[in-house]
C-alpha cells in the first residue's frame, strides 16, 4: 500500500515504512549520513596513499633520531666523567691553599700579639715615670678596654649553638636546621643589652665595629671563617655581675629566640657559668672619623 504526498511538483508517492528507513538502516549497521561516510572514505584513501609513499622512510626515521639521542646522552656522560678527575684535583688543590694560607694567617696573628704585648710592657714602663704619664697610662687603658683593644679576664655566662642534629656523618641536614649569622648577631646584642663587659666567639673578641656574615655556608667574624659549635663567651667584672648577666639575658627577646630554635629545628642551645674565661684582645681599630668639609 503506498500513501500519496503533494510536492512542488505535484504529487508525490512514498512507501507507507518509509519513515522505518532509519531502524532499518540502525540494524543494517549504516548509521552514517551518506554524505559522512564518503567523506570517510576519502580521507582513508588518502592515508593509505600517505603510507604508500612515506612509510619505508617514517620507519627508517624514528630508530634514527632514537640512535642521535643515545649518542648525545653516550657523549655527555663520557665528557662528564672526563671532567671528573679535573675538577676534584683543581677543589683538593683550592683547599690545601686555604689551608696553608689560613694557618700562615694565625702565625702572623701570633707574632702580632706577641709584638703589641711587648709595645705596652714598653709604654707601660715608660709611663710610668712621670705622673703625667700615670695619668695618661690610665685613659688609654680605659679607651683600649672600651675598643676590645687588650685581653679581658673573669667570670663569664657561655652560651653555646651547633646545628642540628645531622641524620648521616656527611649529610648537611636542611637548612632550616642550621645556625646563621643573624642568630649570633641576635644573641650577641642581646648579651651586650644585659650588660656584658666583653664577648668573643670561638675565641674571637668582638669591638664596636665587628661585623658577623655568611659567606656561603661559613659564619665569618671580621672575615675570619668559624666552625661549630659556636660558642659564644661573655665575661663580666666579678661572680655578681655575672649572677646579674644571666638573670638580665633570661627571658629576653634573644633568649626566647634561641629556644624556639631548638624546639622548633632542633638547634643546640646550651646556657653554662664559667668562672674564668679568657678573650685575648681584637688589636687596634683603624681610625674612622668625620672632618669639617667631609661629604657622605
Excluded at 54 to 68: E, K, T
Excluded at 146 to 164: E, K
Aim: hydrophobic share 40%; glycine share 10%.
Amino acid at each position: 500500500m503506498t500513501q500519496r504526498r503533494e510536492g512542488r511538483e505535484g504529487p508525490e508517492w512514498r512507501r507507507p515504512d518509509a519513515s522505518m528507513s532509519l531502524l532499518s538502516d540502525l540494524f543494517a549497521g549504516k548509521v552514517l549520513d551518506p554524505g559522512y561516510a564518503e567523506a570517510a572514505a576519502r580521507r582513508e584513501a588518502a592515508g593509505k596513499d600517505r603510507a604508500a609513499r612515506h612509510g619505508p622512510l617514517a620507519r627508517s626515521g624514528v630508530p634514527l633520531v632514537l640512535i642521535l639521542v643515545g649518542l648525545l646522552i653516550v657523549v655527555a656522560g663520557a665528557e662528564v666523567r672526563r671532567g671528573e678527575p679535573a675538577a676534584a684535583e683543581q677543589r683538593s688543590r683550592l683547599v690545601a691553599e686555604i689551608r696553608a694560607r689560613t694557618a700562615r694567617t694565625d702565625e702572623l696573628q701570633r707574632r702580632l700579639d706577641t709584638l703589641r704585648e711587648d709595645t705596652q710592657r714598653r709604654r707601660a714602663s715608660a709611663l710610668a715615670r712621670s705622673a703625667a704619664g700615670r695619668r695618661a697610662r690610665h685613659g688609654l687603658a680605659a679607651a683600649a678596654a672600651s675598643a676590645a683593644a687588650t685581653d679581658v679576664a673573669g667570670p663569664a655566662l657561655i652560651l653555646t649553638l651547633d646545628d642540628a642534629p645531622r641524620p648521616g656523618a656527611g649529610d648537611r641536614g636542611p637548612a632550616e636546621d642550621r645556625v646563621y649569622d643573624q642568630d649570633l648577631q641576635v644573641l650577641v646584642n642581646g648579651l651586650w643589652a644585659a650588660g656584658a663587659t666583653a664577648i668573643g666567639i670561638n675565641g674571637q673578641r668582638l669591638t664596636p665595629t665587628t661585623a658577623i656574615r655568611t659567606a656561603g655556608e661559613a659564619i665569618l667574624v671580621d672575615y675570619r671563617p668559624l666552625g661549630t659549635p659556636y660558642e659564644v663567651t661573655a665575661i663580666t667584672a666579678s661572680g655578681r655581675s655575672r649572677a646579674r648577666l644571666r638573670e638580665a639575658f633570661e627571658g629576653s627577646a634573644a633568649d626566647r629566640r634561641a629556644l624556639l630554635l631548638r624546639e622548633r629545628y632542633g638547634i643546640r642551645y646550651d646556657v653554662r657559668a664559667g668562672d674564668r674565661a679568657r678573650l685575648p684582645g681584637a688589636g687596634t681599630l683603624g681610625p674612622r672619623y668625620a672632618r669639617e668639609g667631609d661629604r657622605p
